[in-house]
């Protein structure tokens, strides 16, 4: 159920981003720990001067390998995010060759009211899921 969409710098081919969609959904798997067909992602793809994402004072060397994971999801708790974090950054630099400096993740929480999977219907509050 969670949601990500990642923007990233264009001009990765689509082997290379199958591998980042399928190694992230991997890390969700296991951190939040939902379903394998649980799969919602979105892939945007900008020209590099519209993404600018600097380090906030960290001494971070982005690349154009940047990859922003922004999710929408339920409550998680603390430590989940921190695995999730940890396990996200890990496997994109094993399984894709991005480094840890370029992985940036966000988390918006939600409630059950504010997903609705189709049909018109809140699939969480009417208990159907």
């Given at each position: 159920m969670p949601l990500l969409r990642f923007d990233v710098i264009e001009g990765r081919d689509n082997t290379s981003l199958?591998?980042?969609?399928?190694t992230a959904h991997s890390a969700m798997v296991?951190?939040?720990?939902?379903p394998v067909k649980d799969r919602y992602q979105i892939v945007h793809q900008l020209p590099a001067h519209e993404l600018i994402i600097e380090d906030?004072?960290?001494g971070f060397n982005r690349s154009k390998d940047i990859v922003i994971i922004s999710i929408v999801s339920k409550a998680r708790t603390?430590?989940?995010k921190e695995t999730l974090y940890k396990l996200m950054a890990d496997k994109l630099e094993a399984e894709c060759g991005i480094s840890?400096?370029?992985v940036m993740i966000s988390i918006t929480e939600n409630g059950n009211a504010d997903?609705?999977?189709?049909?018109?219907?809140?699939?969480?509050?009417?208990g159907k899921l």
């Open positions: 199958k591998k980042l969609l399928d296991e951190a939040f720990n939902v906030t004072g960290l603390e430590s989940q840890p400096e370029d997903w609705s999977f189709g049909l018109g219907e809140a699939q969480f509050s009417t």
